[in-house]
């Protein structure tokens, strides 16, 4: 008699609630599945992070907004975000003279929308109510008007995208928590008048060099977030 067949015979003729020890009690095991197919988010956090080589770019400021998160398949959530943040910049005046080209700070306020796509990392379950999570986001920050600044230089509309690491809590039935950390990425440009030497003080250096400056650079932002929200079906 083969080994199989025997296992089989044994297996077979188990009592009911000796089979029904076999392996792990669904109800005790860690891993339980995350039924809820969307959730809406409130969410705060605070982006930092640098203000490019002149520090006339946005930085450190706290968000809030809202977010919204559908399950697609399997792992993997689609998400659509709206945040705001009121953020502190310099003031750039390429016709000054050197001592007195930067001034501020002023205020701007950005607006973000961004969409994302997250994979859980522990498939479509929790373990232990806890589901983290890897992704990315691309999006777009509107930024306010800046009526100090008349040097030709604007922050309206720029392209965002960076990577996230999130931690998903799941403490109570509906109620979802999220951690999350992403590095946020957009492209400050600068007008041709930056090279140029200042109309009031000819003989004084321009705000940015020809030679070893660039036109444009990426800027990078450290982002901490956390969200409370609520999940259900759809």
Do not use: C
Not at 72 to 87: E, K, Q, R
């Amino acid at each position: 008699m083969s080994k199989a067949v025997a296992l089989f015979i044994v297996a077979t003729s188990l009592p009911a609630p000796l089979l029904a020890q076999v392996g792990h009690d669904p109800a005790r095991s860690p891993y339980q599945p995350i039924r809820s197919r969307t959730s809406l988010l409130v969410i705060g956090g605070y982006l930092a992070g640098s203000s490019g080589i002149l520090g006339i770019g946005p930085a450190d400021a706290f968000l809030g907004g809202l977010r919204y998160e559908m399950r697609l398949t399997g792992p993997t959530d689609a998400s659509l975000a709206v945040s705001y943040g009121n953020f502190e910049r310099l003031v750039p005046d390429p016709r000054a003279p050197a001592d007195s080209q930067i001034t501020g700070p002023v205020n701007q306020s950005v607006v973000f929308v961004d969409a994302g796509l997250q994979i859980l990392l522990t498939g479509d379950k929790t373990w232990k109510g806890l589901a983290p999570y890897l992704g990315a986001t691309l999006g777009m920050g509107f930024g306010s008007g800046v009526p100090q600044d008349t040097s030709g230089y604007r922050f309206r509309a720029k392209f965002t995208t960076g990577p996230m690491l999130g931690l998903r809590v799941y403490p109570a039935s509906g109620l979802t928590l999220r951690l999350e950390g992403r590095m946020v990425f957009w492209q400050l440009k600068y007008p041709t008048t930056f090279f140029l030497s200042p109309e009031r003080a000819p003989t004084d250096a321009p705000l940015l060099d020809q030679l070893n400056d660039s036109d444009s650079e990426w800027t990078a932002h450290p982002t901490l977030s956390l969200g409370l929200g609520w999940s259900f079906r759809l």
